[in-house]
């Protein structure tokens, strides 16, 4: 225990369990309590890691030998006004709390994650996408307005009209410039609990992307999951789903199935078996032939249970789906898990993503879990939006395959950055600075690093991902511009 601050040391780790390693940790309760560990940070020569609910896969948010400044204590909703549908939260507020405080007056988050755990201050540092990132863009695009405390203690208010440079750059800058301490969030209008899902099975990636274009126009959320170990014709098959908002007057239900309780995960399974054990019924599962009857099955009941049918589901369980089953990653204990998200052009994807789905055969390493998404550009200066598309993919890390798989995510890396494709930091634990500069662009760069020397000119702010790919792709992008001059 130190006698300025509350200390504890503690192994912090990213959410897939695979990096991370010993911090110092401080979890202040007051902004003078931030200003307090920042100045505590200075005055001991240690640098500072921000984070939130720790839901990023790598190691964004983690702070090896470093402190770490938990900002989960910031959890008090400030303001939510149900005629504007604005919310005014602390940093720490998590997605969870937002929904529970507006559905019932018939709003639900802009956008939301797979899990609703992630703060607000974690969401806006990564500028997080949902299911309608095609529509509606990132959580950044909804955001009104941040405070912001600078490195040296100093509280900004950055907004589109005040410090926009300021704005589209904390927004999605990894939490490198600043402590988020207050988000205004604008909520969307919902007039229903419930949204109408449509179910599609396609045979291959090809088939795959035709639905799902196809259905994109009268969709409010379109998500597909893909059964990554099918091979040769079957490539890329999956199960695409998805789902439309219920106009005013649709639902003459709305008021109750707008209570918080219709939009809360069951806690048991069929009313019987309690889901927070379930992970361990899937741990048996947890190998390459498990994992393949797994996506097996789930395609094949897909196809012929689902395909073509509408249901309804409420948004809760729509949405987070990843919280169905709690602490499903522990079946990649105890060595964890690495999420590789490639985010390449419409006009690239039908050629890139089959290949990285065959590089992954071809290492022997298909992921046990993959996601397609349909995204858009956006306005933030280093943004992972883009006129195209993301492929989310889950990996097993071992102590055999550990260097096997980070070098194939380097070479997924290559495939996506030689496409014209962005990586996402939040997902990432192995990208190389070099494909982060082909990613986001010598300029971008050097005025993501301008801005950082105005607000933390002593470098306080560095997160292990800052350190091992942001800081030196900014250097490269240094060099580069030297080289040019
Ligand atoms: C199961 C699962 C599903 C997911 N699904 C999606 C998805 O669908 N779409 C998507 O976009 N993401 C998804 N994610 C990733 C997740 O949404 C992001 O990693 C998000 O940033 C996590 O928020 P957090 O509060 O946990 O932040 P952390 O992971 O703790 O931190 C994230 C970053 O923000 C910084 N930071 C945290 N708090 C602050 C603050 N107050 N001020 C400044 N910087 C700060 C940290 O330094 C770090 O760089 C998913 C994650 C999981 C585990």
């Not at 402590?179 to 969307?188: H, N, Q, S």
């Not at 009268?218 to 789903?241: C, E, K, P, Q």
């Amino acid at each position: 225990m130190n006698q300025a601050i509350a200390l504890e040391s503690q192994t912090i780790a990213g959410w897939g369990m695979a990096v991370g390693g010993a911090s110092q940790v401080v979890a202040p309760t007051s902004k003078e309590g931030l200003a307090a560990a920042l100045a505590y940070a200075a005055d001991h020569g240690l640098r500072v890691a921000l984070r939130g609910s720790g839901c990023s896969y790598g190691d964004a948010a983690c702070g090896t030998g470093k402190l770490v400044i938990d900002l989960a204590q910031f959890h008090q909703i400030l303001d939510f006004s149900p005629q504007t549908g604005i919310l005014r939260g602390e940093a720490g507020v998590t997605l969870r709390q937002v929904w529970q405080t507006a559905v019932a007056a018939g709003f639900w988050p802009p956008v939301v994650s797979g899990t609703m755990a992630p703060t607000l201050g974690g969401a806006a540092s990564m500028n997080i996408h949902g299911k309608n990132a095609y529509a509606v863009g990132p959580i950044g695009e909804h955001i009104q307005a941040l405070e912001v405390m600078t490195p040296g203690g100093q509280l900004l208010e950055v907004s589109r009209q005040q410090r926009p440079d300021l704005f589209h750059a904390i927004i999605g800058g990894a939490g490198e410039l600043g402590l988020i301490t207050r988000v205004d969030l604008k909520l969307k209008p919902i007039y229903s609990g419930k949204l109408n899902v449509h179910a599609t099975s396609a045979p291959n990636f090809g088939a795959l992307l035709d639905r799902f274009v196809q259905a994109l126009p009268s969709s409010d959320y379109a998500v597909a999951w893909l059964d990554a170990f099918a091979t040769g014709r079957a490539l890329g098959r999956g199960l695409i789903h998805t789902a439309r908002q219920l106009a005013q007057g649709e639902d003459p239900d709305a008021k109750n199935t707008l209570q918080v309780q219709q939009q809360e995960l069951p806690l048991h399974l069929m009313g019987v078996f309690p889901k927070a054990a379930m992970w361990r019924l899937m741990k048996p599962f947890a190998h390459p032939a498990g994992m393949r009857l797994i996506n097996w099955a789930k395609y094949q009941s897909g196809r012929w249970l689902e395909d073509g049918k509408d249901y309804q589901q409420s948004h809760g369980a729509f949405h987070f789906l990843l919280d169905y089953v709690p602490n499903w990653k522990w079946i990649y204990r105890p060595h964890g898990l690495v999420q590789h998200q490639s985010f390449v052009p419409d006009d690239r994807v039908r050629e890139v993503f089959p290949a990285i789905l065959a590089l992954c055969h071809k290492h022997g390493m298909p992921s046990w879990l993959a996601v397609l998404k349909r995204h858009r550009p956006d306005p933030f200066l280093l943004s992972h939006g883009l006129d195209g598309w993301s492929l989310a993919q889950d990996f097993p890390v071992t102590p055999r395959n550990r260097e096997a798989l980070w070098e194939m995510c380097h070479q997924m890396d290559e495939l996506v950055m030689n496409a014209g494709g962005k990586v996402y930091f939040a997902k990432d634990a192995t990208v190389r600075p070099a494909s982060v500069l082909q990613a986001f662009g010598a300029e971008k760069l050097l005025q993501f690093k301008a801005l950082r020397d105005e607000l933390d000119p002593n470098g306080l702010l560095a997160t292990d991902l800052y350190d091992r790919a942001l800081a030196p792709a900014i250097a490269l992008a240094q060099a580069a511009d030297c080289q040019a001059k």
